[in-house]
Nanobody, 118 residues
Framework: QVQLVESGGGLVQPGGSLRLSCAAS????????MGWYRQAPGKQRELVATITSNNNTNYADSVKGRFTISRDNAKNTVYLQMNSLKPEDTAVYYC????????????WGQGTQVTVSS
């Protein structure tokens, strides 16, 4: 059984930084795209950033220049470095990965809370 476990959320002041991590475990043949999504109270879940197995990245306009997604394929882990955080970045952040197990399936983490407040 595949699991995605996120870590690194918390409370930070505006302008601060946080680094989220998401590690995949279980019987994994291959991990394709990995990504981060977020959901603020009363809003729909939205894409934050994605990264392919070839390290091609894509970002939401709202985080471009502030957030950086990266991955360590040896550790089956994806990261999200978040700088210059704003109150509007407050949300539950979810990790997603497309994994060959051997079917190609989409998995979600349990979510980690990020709160940006003074």
């Amino acid at each position: 059984q595949v699991q995605l476990v996120e870590s690194g959320g918390g409370l930070v002041q505006p302008g601060g930084s946080l680094r989220l991590s998401c590690a995949a475990s279980g019987i994994i043949f291959k991990i394709y795209a990995m990504g981060w999504y977020r959901q603020a109270p009363g809003k729909q879940r939205e894409l934050v950033a994605t990264i392919t197995s070839n390290n091609n990245t894509n970002y939401a306009d709202s985080v471009k220049g502030r957030f950086t997604i990266s991955r360590d394929n040896a550790k089956n882990t994806v990261y999200l470095q978040m700088n210059s955080l704003k109150p509007e970045d407050t949300a539950v952040y979810y990790c997603n990965a497309e994994i060959l197990v051997p079917l190609r399936l989409s998995y979600w983490g349990q979510g980690t809370q990020v709160t940006v407040s003074s």
